[in-house]
């Protein structure tokens, strides 16, 4: 079993979140140095300063079309790449993998409570939202109540948005304080606030 590199694999993240902000890649056809010419397209971006070696690249294309990630078609006398839906939903992944909340210079002295009432219909989103919560930081004052000190509102709103779910189900408040000093003891010494 071949074991794909860190590099292309990375090559492949950037490849698809770059397809789904620019939306469509069009090269023209004529020249019989398609995949030459759409990976020095691809190079002249300064997210891929660290690809250098085209080979990378057309690796990561290659990986892409054959997972279902992208589509390759011929236009006129154009070839366009196009993510699909499935490239789509890998980008949201990559995205949620991704997402920290930022540490700023100064404390507001605010906490960021986060309570949800996900029903039991939903228990994997459920799960899954909680072990993101931990992931980002989050302390437990309940099952359903986790405590940040830092400004995350678009973190959550985000993962109420990839996981399908509303304001009713999710809601942020601001606090000034919290009696379990447990936890405030706990958050203060991690974040140094």
Known sequence: MKIKSYASTSASKRIL??????????????S??????????????????????????????????????????????DIVVIPTEKGKRRVAKYKIDDLKIAVPRA?????????????????????AFRRKLKELGFYSLQKSVWVHPFECSKEI????????????????????????????KKIKDVYKI
């Open 32 to 77: 019989p140095y398609f995949i030459y010419n759409l990976t020095k397209f691809i190079l002249k971006d300064k997210r891929f300063k660290y690809f250098k070696e085209e080979g990378k690249i057309r690796d990561a294309f290659s990986y892409l079309k054959r997972k279902g990630l992208i589509r390759i078609e011929k236009d006129g006398n």
């Open 107 to 127: 404390w507001d002295k605010l906490f960021r409570v986060v309570i949800f009432d996900i029903q039991d219909s939903q228990k994997i989103k459920r799960n």
């Open 157 to 184: 709103s985000f993962l109420r948005d990839f996981f399908g779910l509303d304001k009713k189900q999710i809601e942020i408040l601001l606090v000034k304080s919290i009696e379990n000093d447990i936890i405030v």
């Open 17 to 30: 979140e770059f397809l789904l902000l620019v939306g469509v890649i069009t090269i023209a056809s004529t």
